[in-house]
Protein backbone atom coordinates (compact mmCIF):
# COMPACT_ATOMS: atom_id res chain seq x y z
CA UNK A 1 0.00 0.00 0.00
CA UNK A 2 1.34 3.62 -0.97
CA UNK A 3 2.09 5.99 1.11
CA UNK A 4 1.44 9.96 0.75
CA UNK A 5 4.30 10.79 2.62
CA UNK A 6 6.35 8.08 1.16
CA UNK A 7 5.52 9.53 -2.72
CA UNK A 8 6.52 13.33 -1.28
CA UNK A 9 10.00 12.03 0.11
CA UNK A 10 10.68 10.76 -3.13
CA UNK A 11 9.21 13.64 -5.25
CA UNK A 12 11.18 16.06 -3.42
CA UNK A 13 14.48 13.66 -4.42
CA UNK A 14 13.30 13.71 -8.39
CA UNK A 15 12.73 17.46 -8.07
CA UNK A 16 16.56 17.83 -6.56
CA UNK A 17 18.26 15.36 -8.70
CA UNK A 18 16.22 17.77 -11.73
CA UNK A 19 17.67 20.97 -10.49
CA UNK A 20 21.61 19.73 -10.22
CA UNK A 21 20.88 19.90 -14.24
CA UNK A 22 23.37 18.45 -16.40
CA UNK A 23 25.53 16.81 -13.63
CA UNK A 24 28.48 17.57 -11.83
CA UNK A 25 30.86 17.14 -15.05
CA UNK A 26 28.95 20.47 -17.12
CA UNK A 27 28.27 22.32 -13.37
CA UNK A 28 32.04 22.29 -13.54
CA UNK A 29 33.04 23.41 -16.58
CA UNK A 30 30.14 26.06 -15.98
CA UNK A 31 31.27 27.17 -12.90
CA UNK A 32 35.10 27.09 -14.45
CA UNK A 33 33.60 29.86 -17.11
CA UNK A 34 32.99 31.96 -14.33
CA UNK A 35 29.12 31.51 -15.48
CA UNK A 36 26.17 31.55 -12.86
CA UNK A 37 23.86 28.30 -12.72
CA UNK A 38 20.89 28.55 -14.08
CA UNK A 39 18.68 28.89 -10.65
CA UNK A 40 21.05 31.12 -9.28
CA UNK A 41 20.26 33.84 -12.10
CA UNK A 42 16.93 33.59 -11.34
CA UNK A 43 17.73 34.18 -7.85
CA UNK A 44 19.36 37.24 -8.60
CA UNK A 45 17.03 38.47 -11.02
CA UNK A 46 13.66 37.96 -8.64
CA UNK A 47 12.87 40.55 -5.90
CA UNK A 48 14.70 39.49 -2.60
CA UNK A 49 12.54 37.16 -0.32
CA UNK A 50 9.75 36.22 -3.41
CA UNK A 51 8.49 33.25 -4.56
CA UNK A 52 8.98 31.63 -7.45
CA UNK A 53 6.29 29.36 -9.23
CA UNK A 54 8.80 26.65 -11.41
CA UNK A 55 6.44 25.09 -13.62
CA UNK A 56 7.25 21.83 -15.34
CA UNK A 57 10.21 21.05 -13.36
CA UNK A 58 10.40 17.14 -13.97
CA UNK A 59 9.86 17.75 -17.73
CA UNK A 60 11.45 15.08 -19.87
CA UNK A 61 12.19 13.20 -16.38
CA UNK A 62 13.54 9.47 -17.53
CA UNK A 63 13.19 10.48 -21.08
CA UNK A 64 16.42 10.31 -22.99
CA UNK A 65 18.61 7.93 -20.39
CA UNK A 66 18.04 10.35 -17.95
CA UNK A 67 20.10 13.10 -19.96
CA UNK A 68 17.89 15.86 -20.03
CA UNK A 69 16.95 16.88 -16.93
CA UNK A 70 13.90 19.53 -16.53
CA UNK A 71 14.23 19.50 -20.49
CA UNK A 72 17.43 21.79 -20.35
CA UNK A 73 14.96 24.67 -19.62
CA UNK A 74 13.78 26.16 -16.51
CA UNK A 75 10.26 28.37 -16.50
CA UNK A 76 8.21 30.09 -13.61
CA UNK A 77 6.48 33.07 -12.32
CA UNK A 78 8.36 35.44 -10.18
CA UNK A 79 8.03 38.92 -8.73
CA UNK A 80 10.82 41.58 -10.29
CA UNK A 81 10.24 45.26 -9.42
CA UNK A 82 6.66 44.16 -7.76
CA UNK A 83 5.83 42.85 -10.87
CA UNK A 84 4.96 39.16 -11.92
CA UNK A 85 6.89 37.93 -14.94
CA UNK A 86 7.78 34.94 -16.44
CA UNK A 87 11.20 33.66 -16.71
CA UNK A 88 12.18 31.67 -19.16
CA UNK A 89 15.68 30.33 -18.77
CA UNK A 90 18.07 27.97 -20.75
CA UNK A 91 20.30 25.85 -18.22
CA UNK A 92 23.53 25.28 -20.56
CA UNK A 93 24.39 22.04 -18.38
CA UNK A 94 22.13 20.23 -20.15
CA UNK A 95 23.44 19.62 -23.63
CA UNK A 96 24.34 23.01 -24.27
CA UNK A 97 20.71 24.20 -23.44
CA UNK A 98 19.59 22.92 -26.62
CA UNK A 99 15.78 22.72 -27.65
CA UNK A 100 14.43 18.85 -27.32
CA UNK A 101 10.62 18.38 -28.29
CA UNK A 102 10.02 18.79 -24.77
CA UNK A 103 12.08 21.79 -24.44
CA UNK A 104 9.58 23.64 -27.46
CA UNK A 105 6.90 22.27 -24.98
CA UNK A 106 7.68 23.55 -22.14
CA UNK A 107 9.17 27.30 -23.59
CA UNK A 108 5.58 27.12 -25.39
CA UNK A 109 3.30 26.64 -22.22
CA UNK A 110 5.45 29.44 -20.31
CA UNK A 111 4.93 31.54 -23.22
CA UNK A 112 0.89 30.57 -23.58
CA UNK A 113 0.51 31.28 -19.67
CA UNK A 114 2.64 34.68 -19.98
CA UNK A 115 0.21 35.64 -23.16
CA UNK A 116 -3.12 34.78 -21.06
CA UNK A 117 -1.92 36.76 -18.11
CA UNK A 118 -0.19 39.52 -19.82
CA UNK A 119 2.94 38.80 -18.13
CA UNK A 120 6.36 40.23 -19.44
CA UNK A 121 8.78 37.21 -20.69
CA UNK A 122 12.28 37.57 -19.37
CA UNK A 123 14.47 35.52 -21.28
CA UNK A 124 17.85 34.33 -19.65
CA UNK A 125 19.37 33.03 -22.67
CA UNK A 126 21.96 30.43 -23.08
CA UNK A 127 20.71 27.75 -26.09
CA UNK A 128 22.41 26.04 -28.24
CA UNK A 129 18.98 26.02 -30.84
CA UNK A 130 17.40 22.90 -31.76
CA UNK A 131 19.26 19.38 -30.28
CA UNK A 132 19.86 18.12 -33.96
CA UNK A 133 19.30 14.31 -33.52
CA UNK A 134 15.48 15.05 -32.52
CA UNK A 135 14.73 17.92 -35.21
CA UNK A 136 11.98 15.68 -36.89
CA UNK A 137 10.84 16.43 -33.12
CA UNK A 138 11.68 19.65 -32.31
CA UNK A 139 11.53 21.89 -36.00
CA UNK A 140 9.35 21.69 -38.76
CA UNK A 141 5.47 21.27 -37.30
CA UNK A 142 3.39 24.05 -36.26
CA UNK A 143 3.86 23.64 -32.63
CA UNK A 144 7.89 22.99 -32.60
CA UNK A 145 10.31 25.59 -32.49
CA UNK A 146 8.93 27.83 -35.04
CA UNK A 147 5.03 28.14 -33.13
CA UNK A 148 7.10 29.42 -30.30
CA UNK A 149 8.99 32.68 -32.19
CA UNK A 150 5.39 33.33 -33.29
CA UNK A 151 4.02 33.37 -29.82
CA UNK A 152 6.89 36.06 -28.72
CA UNK A 153 6.14 38.12 -32.64
CA UNK A 154 2.59 37.88 -31.41
CA UNK A 155 3.04 39.02 -27.41
CA UNK A 156 4.96 41.78 -28.77
CA UNK A 157 2.39 43.12 -30.31
CA UNK A 158 -0.35 43.02 -28.21
CA UNK A 159 2.00 45.45 -25.92
CA UNK A 160 3.49 41.91 -23.62
CA UNK A 161 7.19 42.70 -23.31
CA UNK A 162 9.57 40.23 -24.52
CA UNK A 163 12.97 40.87 -22.99
CA UNK A 164 16.36 38.81 -23.21
CA UNK A 165 19.36 38.64 -22.13
CA UNK A 166 22.50 36.79 -23.72
CA UNK A 167 24.36 34.65 -21.90
CA UNK A 168 26.38 32.28 -23.52
CA UNK A 169 26.82 30.82 -27.55
CA UNK A 170 23.32 31.49 -28.97
CA UNK A 171 22.98 29.89 -32.04
CA UNK A 172 20.37 29.48 -35.11
CA UNK A 173 17.04 29.24 -32.55
CA UNK A 174 18.79 30.01 -30.01
CA UNK A 175 19.52 33.01 -32.24
CA UNK A 176 16.48 34.06 -32.71
CA UNK A 177 15.05 34.39 -29.00
CA UNK A 178 17.09 37.51 -28.62
CA UNK A 179 16.75 38.72 -32.00
CA UNK A 180 12.89 38.94 -31.71
CA UNK A 181 13.01 40.31 -28.48
CA UNK A 182 12.04 43.82 -27.56
CA UNK A 183 14.81 44.61 -26.00
CA UNK A 184 18.27 43.16 -25.54
CA UNK A 185 21.19 42.77 -23.11
CA UNK A 186 24.68 40.85 -23.65
CA UNK A 187 26.73 39.37 -21.51
CA UNK A 188 30.69 40.51 -22.40
CA UNK A 189 32.91 37.71 -23.35
CA UNK A 190 30.28 34.80 -23.38
CA UNK A 191 27.58 36.02 -25.14
CA UNK A 192 26.90 35.27 -28.71
CA UNK A 193 24.35 35.77 -31.18
CA UNK A 194 24.89 34.19 -34.87
CA UNK A 195 22.28 32.79 -36.85
CA UNK A 196 24.95 29.59 -37.78
CA UNK A 197 27.89 29.17 -35.82
CA UNK A 198 31.72 28.92 -36.88
CA UNK A 199 31.07 25.13 -37.98
CA UNK A 200 28.07 26.53 -39.87
CA UNK A 201 29.43 29.44 -41.47
CA UNK A 202 32.42 26.91 -42.44
CA UNK A 203 30.30 24.86 -43.95
CA UNK A 204 28.26 27.05 -45.73
CA UNK A 205 30.44 29.81 -47.49
CA UNK A 206 34.00 27.94 -46.11
CA UNK A 207 35.06 31.19 -44.02
CA UNK A 208 36.80 30.36 -41.31
CA UNK A 209 36.14 32.87 -38.57
CA UNK A 210 35.81 32.62 -34.47
CA UNK A 211 32.70 33.24 -32.18
CA UNK A 212 33.45 36.15 -30.84
CA UNK A 213 34.12 38.09 -33.67
CA UNK A 214 30.85 36.62 -35.56
CA UNK A 215 28.52 37.17 -33.20
CA UNK A 216 30.38 38.90 -29.62
CA UNK A 217 28.44 41.48 -27.37
CA UNK A 218 30.48 44.21 -28.59
CA UNK A 219 30.30 43.44 -32.04
CA UNK A 220 26.40 43.11 -31.75
CA UNK A 221 26.30 46.35 -29.13
CA UNK A 222 28.11 48.67 -31.61
CA UNK A 223 28.41 47.29 -34.81
CA UNK A 224 25.61 45.39 -36.01
CA UNK A 225 22.58 46.76 -33.34
CA UNK A 226 20.97 43.62 -32.77
CA UNK A 227 22.27 44.04 -28.80
CA UNK A 228 20.92 47.01 -27.15
CA UNK A 229 23.12 47.19 -24.30
CA UNK A 230 26.37 44.73 -23.00
CA UNK A 231 27.24 44.20 -19.73
CA UNK A 232 30.63 43.62 -18.10
CA UNK A 233 29.51 40.20 -16.26
CA UNK A 234 25.79 38.59 -15.59
CA UNK A 235 25.18 39.51 -12.37
CA UNK A 236 25.47 43.64 -14.26
CA UNK A 237 23.33 41.87 -17.08
CA UNK A 238 20.51 41.10 -14.60
CA UNK A 239 20.67 44.26 -12.35
CA UNK A 240 19.98 45.71 -15.80
CA UNK A 241 17.12 43.67 -16.87
CA UNK A 242 15.66 44.94 -13.43
CA UNK A 243 15.92 48.41 -14.41
CA UNK A 244 14.42 47.20 -17.74
CA UNK A 245 11.22 45.85 -16.49
CA UNK A 246 10.89 49.49 -13.53
CA UNK A 247 10.52 51.16 -16.69
CA UNK A 248 8.29 48.64 -18.63
CA UNK A 249 5.46 51.06 -18.41
CA UNK A 250 1.80 50.48 -16.71
CA UNK A 251 0.46 46.88 -15.60
CA UNK A 252 -2.49 45.27 -15.97
CA UNK A 253 -4.24 46.40 -13.04
CA UNK A 254 -3.75 43.65 -10.09
CA UNK A 255 -6.74 43.35 -8.09
CA UNK A 256 -6.46 42.69 -4.45
CA UNK A 257 -8.28 39.92 -2.95
CA UNK A 258 -11.76 41.03 -2.25
CA UNK A 259 -11.89 39.17 0.90
CA UNK A 260 -8.86 38.96 3.58
CA UNK A 261 -7.02 35.50 2.84
CA UNK A 262 -8.45 33.41 5.93
CA UNK A 263 -5.84 29.72 6.70
CA UNK A 264 -8.29 26.42 6.99
CA UNK A 265 -9.68 25.73 10.25
CA UNK A 266 -6.66 23.27 11.86
CA UNK A 267 -9.51 20.72 12.56
CA UNK A 268 -9.64 19.75 9.04
CA UNK A 269 -6.07 18.65 8.67
CA UNK A 270 -3.60 19.25 5.49
CA UNK A 271 -5.24 18.35 2.22
CA UNK A 272 -2.18 15.59 2.76
CA UNK A 273 -4.47 13.50 5.23
CA UNK A 274 -7.12 13.45 2.41
CA UNK A 275 -4.57 12.31 -0.41
CA UNK A 276 -7.14 9.64 -2.09
CA UNK A 277 -3.83 7.32 -2.56
CA UNK A 278 -5.85 4.20 -3.28
CA UNK A 279 -7.91 5.06 -5.27
CA UNK A 280 -10.54 2.43 -4.76
CA UNK A 281 -10.98 3.54 -1.42
CA UNK A 282 -13.28 6.29 -1.14
CA UNK A 283 -11.77 9.32 0.85
CA UNK A 284 -13.52 12.71 2.22
CA UNK A 285 -13.97 15.03 -0.45
CA UNK A 286 -15.30 17.65 1.96
CA UNK A 287 -13.08 17.42 4.56
CA UNK A 288 -10.21 17.79 1.36
CA UNK A 289 -12.24 20.80 0.27
CA UNK A 290 -11.94 22.49 3.26
CA UNK A 291 -8.49 21.67 4.65
CA UNK A 292 -7.96 24.26 1.23
CA UNK A 293 -9.88 26.70 1.35
CA UNK A 294 -10.11 30.05 3.86
CA UNK A 295 -11.79 29.38 6.66
CA UNK A 296 -13.02 25.64 5.76
CA UNK A 297 -16.15 27.63 4.83
CA UNK A 298 -17.94 26.71 1.86
CA UNK A 299 -21.21 26.71 0.78
CA UNK A 300 -22.53 23.65 -1.16
CA UNK A 301 -24.75 23.66 -4.16
CA UNK A 302 -27.46 21.20 -4.43
CA UNK A 303 -25.78 18.90 -1.92
CA UNK A 304 -28.78 16.22 -2.05
CA UNK A 305 -29.04 16.20 -5.76
CA UNK A 306 -25.89 14.22 -7.91
CA UNK A 307 -24.01 13.15 -4.86
CA UNK A 308 -21.05 12.17 -6.84
CA UNK A 309 -20.26 15.66 -7.79
CA UNK A 310 -19.09 17.83 -4.67
CA UNK A 311 -20.07 21.78 -6.12
CA UNK A 312 -19.07 24.23 -3.21
CA UNK A 313 -19.19 28.15 -3.19
CA UNK A 314 -15.84 29.17 -1.62
CA UNK A 315 -12.51 31.26 -1.40
CA UNK A 316 -9.28 30.67 -1.34
CA UNK A 317 -6.68 33.22 -0.24
CA UNK A 318 -9.66 35.71 -0.22
CA UNK A 319 -10.51 35.05 -4.15
CA UNK A 320 -14.16 33.90 -4.83
CA UNK A 321 -13.87 30.41 -6.86
CA UNK A 322 -16.46 27.15 -7.93
CA UNK A 323 -14.93 23.93 -6.70
CA UNK A 324 -15.89 20.78 -8.23
CA UNK A 325 -14.72 17.99 -6.67
CA UNK A 326 -15.17 13.85 -7.58
CA UNK A 327 -16.81 11.93 -4.83
CA UNK A 328 -17.40 8.85 -6.76
CA UNK A 329 -18.23 8.15 -10.79
CA UNK A 330 -20.06 10.98 -12.69
CA UNK A 331 -23.50 9.51 -13.44
CA UNK A 332 -26.35 11.84 -15.53
CA UNK A 333 -27.14 13.58 -12.57
CA UNK A 334 -24.00 14.60 -11.39
CA UNK A 335 -22.91 15.96 -14.60
CA UNK A 336 -26.37 18.45 -15.10
CA UNK A 337 -25.81 19.31 -11.79
CA UNK A 338 -21.81 20.08 -12.62
CA UNK A 339 -23.33 22.05 -16.03
CA UNK A 340 -25.37 23.70 -13.79
CA UNK A 341 -23.01 24.88 -11.48
CA UNK A 342 -20.18 26.32 -14.05
CA UNK A 343 -23.02 28.23 -15.92
CA UNK A 344 -23.52 29.87 -12.14
CA UNK A 345 -19.97 30.70 -11.84
CA UNK A 346 -19.66 32.00 -15.32
CA UNK A 347 -22.69 34.21 -14.68
CA UNK A 348 -21.01 35.55 -11.61
CA UNK A 349 -17.80 35.82 -13.59
CA UNK A 350 -15.92 33.57 -10.47
CA UNK A 351 -13.28 31.49 -11.75
CA UNK A 352 -13.77 27.55 -11.18
CA UNK A 353 -11.21 24.89 -9.57
CA UNK A 354 -11.51 21.27 -10.53
CA UNK A 355 -10.21 18.59 -8.17
CA UNK A 356 -10.06 15.54 -10.12
CA UNK A 357 -10.33 11.99 -8.80
CA UNK A 358 -12.56 10.49 -11.20
CA UNK A 359 -12.78 6.71 -12.98
CA UNK A 360 -15.07 8.17 -15.39
CA UNK A 361 -18.87 8.79 -16.46
CA UNK A 362 -21.30 5.43 -15.30
CA UNK A 363 -21.12 3.00 -17.68
CA UNK A 364 -24.10 0.07 -18.40
CA UNK A 365 -27.45 -0.08 -19.59
CA UNK A 366 -28.88 1.97 -17.42
CA UNK A 367 -26.64 4.78 -17.80
CA UNK A 368 -27.26 4.70 -21.71
CA UNK A 369 -30.91 4.62 -21.26
CA UNK A 370 -30.73 7.32 -19.26
CA UNK A 371 -28.82 9.64 -21.45
CA UNK A 372 -25.62 9.69 -20.07
CA UNK A 373 -23.59 10.49 -23.45
CA UNK A 374 -26.06 13.46 -23.90
CA UNK A 375 -25.65 14.71 -19.84
CA UNK A 376 -22.15 13.99 -19.64
CA UNK A 377 -21.93 16.19 -23.10
CA UNK A 378 -23.56 19.21 -20.96
CA UNK A 379 -20.86 18.79 -18.60
CA UNK A 380 -18.11 18.96 -21.63
CA UNK A 381 -19.79 21.40 -23.20
CA UNK A 382 -19.98 23.54 -19.99
CA UNK A 383 -16.67 23.00 -19.38
CA UNK A 384 -15.75 24.17 -22.08
CA UNK A 385 -17.76 27.35 -23.08
CA UNK A 386 -17.18 28.68 -19.41
CA UNK A 387 -15.90 31.95 -19.75
CA UNK A 388 -14.08 32.46 -16.53
CA UNK A 389 -10.43 30.92 -15.28
CA UNK A 390 -10.30 27.59 -14.98
CA UNK A 391 -8.03 25.68 -12.76
CA UNK A 392 -7.55 21.89 -12.42
CA UNK A 393 -5.67 19.61 -9.77
CA UNK A 394 -5.50 15.91 -10.65
CA UNK A 395 -5.58 14.51 -6.87
CA UNK A 396 -6.40 11.41 -7.76
CA UNK A 397 -7.42 9.14 -10.56
CA UNK A 398 -8.07 10.95 -14.11
CA UNK A 399 -9.31 8.52 -16.22
CA UNK A 400 -11.69 8.40 -19.56
CA UNK A 401 -13.81 10.85 -20.24
CA UNK A 402 -13.95 11.80 -16.89
CA UNK A 403 -10.63 13.76 -17.28
CA UNK A 404 -12.81 16.11 -19.83
CA UNK A 405 -15.58 16.50 -18.14
CA UNK A 406 -13.19 17.83 -15.13
CA UNK A 407 -11.33 20.15 -17.21
CA UNK A 408 -8.29 18.16 -18.44
CA UNK A 409 -5.91 19.47 -20.23
CA UNK A 410 -7.69 19.64 -23.67
CA UNK A 411 -10.43 21.73 -22.15
CA UNK A 412 -7.55 24.57 -21.88
CA UNK A 413 -7.62 25.08 -18.04
CA UNK A 414 -5.03 28.13 -16.86
CA UNK A 415 -3.36 25.86 -15.02
CA UNK A 416 -3.39 22.25 -14.02
CA UNK A 417 -1.34 20.58 -11.23
CA UNK A 418 -0.94 16.85 -10.27
CA UNK A 419 -0.20 15.50 -6.86
CA UNK A 420 2.43 12.54 -6.45
CA UNK A 421 -0.68 10.17 -5.89
CA UNK A 422 -2.16 11.09 -9.05
CA UNK A 423 -2.99 8.41 -12.16
CA UNK A 424 -3.97 9.54 -15.53
CA UNK A 425 -5.19 7.00 -18.33
CA UNK A 426 -8.07 6.17 -20.44
CA UNK A 427 -9.13 3.54 -18.24
CA UNK A 428 -7.13 1.52 -14.93
CA UNK A 429 -4.81 -1.22 -16.10
CA UNK A 430 -7.64 -3.98 -14.75
CA UNK A 431 -10.20 -2.79 -17.41
CA UNK A 432 -7.52 -1.72 -20.24
CA UNK A 433 -6.20 -5.66 -19.59
CA UNK A 434 -9.81 -6.73 -20.23
CA UNK A 435 -10.59 -5.10 -22.81
CA UNK A 436 -7.76 -5.29 -25.09
CA UNK A 437 -7.41 -9.60 -24.33
CA UNK A 438 -11.76 -9.50 -24.78
CA UNK A 439 -10.69 -7.44 -28.65
CA UNK A 440 -7.75 -9.65 -29.43
CA UNK A 441 -10.01 -12.89 -28.84
CA UNK A 442 -12.61 -11.10 -31.47
CA UNK A 443 -10.03 -10.62 -33.70
CA UNK A 444 -10.90 -12.04 -37.20
CA UNK A 445 -7.19 -12.23 -37.76
CA UNK A 446 -6.90 -13.94 -33.98
CA UNK A 447 -5.11 -17.29 -33.54
CA UNK A 448 -4.62 -16.17 -30.09
CA UNK A 449 -3.58 -19.13 -27.81
CA UNK A 450 -4.06 -18.72 -24.43
CA UNK A 451 -0.77 -18.38 -23.51
CA UNK A 452 -0.36 -14.96 -25.79
CA UNK A 453 -3.41 -13.93 -24.15
CA UNK A 454 -2.01 -13.94 -20.61
CA UNK A 455 1.20 -12.43 -21.86
CA UNK A 456 -0.73 -9.83 -24.08
CA UNK A 457 -2.73 -9.05 -20.32
CA UNK A 458 0.56 -8.82 -18.69
CA UNK A 459 2.03 -6.77 -21.11
CA UNK A 460 -1.37 -4.31 -21.34
CA UNK A 461 -1.29 -3.95 -17.46
CA UNK A 462 2.50 -3.05 -17.36
CA UNK A 463 2.17 -0.11 -20.38
CA UNK A 464 -1.13 1.27 -18.44
CA UNK A 465 0.52 0.87 -14.92
CA UNK A 466 3.65 3.10 -16.81
CA UNK A 467 1.68 5.50 -18.53
CA UNK A 468 -0.67 6.28 -15.99
CA UNK A 469 2.22 7.33 -13.90
CA UNK A 470 2.33 11.32 -12.81
CA UNK A 471 6.07 11.27 -13.59
CA UNK A 472 5.19 10.13 -16.92
CA UNK A 473 2.76 12.41 -17.72
CA UNK A 474 4.62 15.53 -16.28
CA UNK A 475 7.70 14.18 -17.92
CA UNK A 476 5.88 14.86 -21.55
CA UNK A 477 4.07 18.33 -20.25
CA UNK A 478 0.66 16.79 -19.92
CA UNK A 479 0.55 19.19 -16.63
CA UNK A 480 2.30 21.81 -15.04
CA UNK A 481 3.86 19.76 -12.75
CA UNK A 482 3.56 17.84 -9.82
CA UNK A 483 2.80 19.59 -6.31
CA UNK A 484 2.76 18.55 -3.05
CA UNK A 485 -0.77 18.41 -1.24
CA UNK A 486 -0.28 21.46 0.59
CA UNK A 487 1.36 23.37 -1.14
CA UNK A 488 -1.96 23.66 -2.99
CA UNK A 489 -4.00 26.32 -1.80
CA UNK A 490 -0.76 28.65 -2.14
CA UNK A 491 0.03 27.34 -6.16
CA UNK A 492 -3.46 28.17 -6.53
CA UNK A 493 -3.75 31.48 -4.77
CA UNK A 494 -0.64 32.45 -6.47
CA UNK A 495 -2.43 31.70 -10.27
CA UNK A 496 -5.73 33.06 -9.47
CA UNK A 497 -4.28 36.67 -8.09
CA UNK A 498 -2.54 36.84 -11.95
CA UNK A 499 -5.90 36.62 -13.46
CA UNK A 500 -8.19 38.60 -10.48
CA UNK A 501 -7.55 41.92 -12.25
CA UNK A 502 -8.27 40.96 -16.10
CA UNK A 503 -10.80 42.57 -18.09
CA UNK A 504 -13.98 39.65 -18.51
CA UNK A 505 -16.19 38.77 -20.97
CA UNK A 506 -19.63 40.54 -19.49
CA UNK A 507 -21.83 39.80 -22.01
CA UNK A 508 -24.82 38.17 -21.49
CA UNK A 509 -24.78 34.21 -20.72
CA UNK A 510 -28.19 32.69 -19.68
CA UNK A 511 -28.42 30.07 -17.18
CA UNK A 512 -30.34 27.13 -18.28
CA UNK A 513 -31.68 25.06 -15.40
CA UNK A 514 -30.91 20.82 -16.11
N1 LIG B 1 22.49 19.75 -31.27
C1 LIG B 1 22.99 18.63 -30.76
N2 LIG B 1 23.82 18.57 -29.73
C2 LIG B 1 24.14 19.73 -29.16
C3 LIG B 1 23.68 20.96 -29.65
C4 LIG B 1 22.81 20.94 -30.75
N3 LIG B 1 22.28 22.05 -31.24
N4 LIG B 1 24.19 21.93 -28.89
C5 LIG B 1 24.95 21.34 -27.95
N5 LIG B 1 24.93 20.00 -28.12
C6 LIG B 1 25.56 18.97 -27.28
C7 LIG B 1 27.03 18.78 -27.54
O1 LIG B 1 27.21 17.87 -28.60
C8 LIG B 1 27.47 18.20 -26.22
O2 LIG B 1 27.00 16.86 -26.13
P1 LIG B 1 27.84 15.70 -25.38
O3 LIG B 1 28.12 16.19 -24.01
O4 LIG B 1 26.92 14.52 -25.42
O5 LIG B 1 29.09 15.53 -26.18
C9 LIG B 1 26.66 18.98 -25.22
O6 LIG B 1 25.52 19.42 -25.94
C10 LIG B 1 27.37 20.19 -24.65
O7 LIG B 1 27.85 20.96 -25.74
P2 LIG B 1 29.25 21.71 -25.72
O8 LIG B 1 29.54 22.18 -27.10
O9 LIG B 1 30.26 20.85 -25.05
O10 LIG B 1 28.89 22.91 -24.75
P3 LIG B 1 29.45 24.39 -24.76
O11 LIG B 1 28.86 25.00 -23.52
O12 LIG B 1 30.91 24.41 -24.92
O13 LIG B 1 28.82 25.11 -26.03
C11 LIG B 1 27.09 25.70 -27.57
C12 LIG B 1 27.45 25.30 -26.12
C13 LIG B 1 25.58 25.73 -27.66
C14 LIG B 1 27.67 27.05 -27.87
C15 LIG B 1 27.69 24.66 -28.56
O14 LIG B 1 27.34 23.36 -28.10
C16 LIG B 1 27.18 24.80 -29.96
O15 LIG B 1 27.63 25.64 -30.69
N6 LIG B 1 26.23 23.92 -30.37
C17 LIG B 1 25.77 23.81 -31.72
C18 LIG B 1 24.89 24.96 -32.09
C19 LIG B 1 24.28 24.81 -33.46
O16 LIG B 1 24.94 24.70 -34.45
N7 LIG B 1 22.94 24.80 -33.49
C20 LIG B 1 22.23 24.71 -34.69
C21 LIG B 1 20.84 24.28 -34.34
S1 LIG B 1 19.80 24.35 -35.75
Redesign the pocket.
Known amino acids: MRDITDLIVNLRQVQQQASEGGGERFRQRHRERGKIFVRDRIELLLDAGTAFLELSPLAAHGLYGGEVPGAGIVTGIGMVQGRACMIIAND?TV????FFAETVRKHSRAQEIAEQHRLPCLYLVDC??????EQDRVFPDQDHFGGAFWRQCQMSAKGIPQISVVF??C???GAYIPALSDQVIMVRGSGRIHLG?P??VKAAINEIVDGETLGGADMHTTVSGVSDHVAADEETALQKLREIVAHLGEEQPQASPPRDPRPPLPEFGNPQDHAPVDLKRPVDMRALVRSMVDGSEMSEFKPDYGATLITVFAHIHGYPVGILANDGALFSESSVKGAHFIELCDQRQIPLLFLQNITGFMVGTEAERGGIAKHSAKLVYAVSNARVPKYTVIVGGSYGAGNYGMCGRGFRPRFLFSWPNARIATMSPDVAATVVTDLRRASLKSKASEEDIAELDARTRKQFEEQSDPYYATARLWDDGIIEPNQTRDVLGLCMSLAAGEARDTGPRPVYRM
Open positions: AKGGSGGAFLPGGTAGGPI
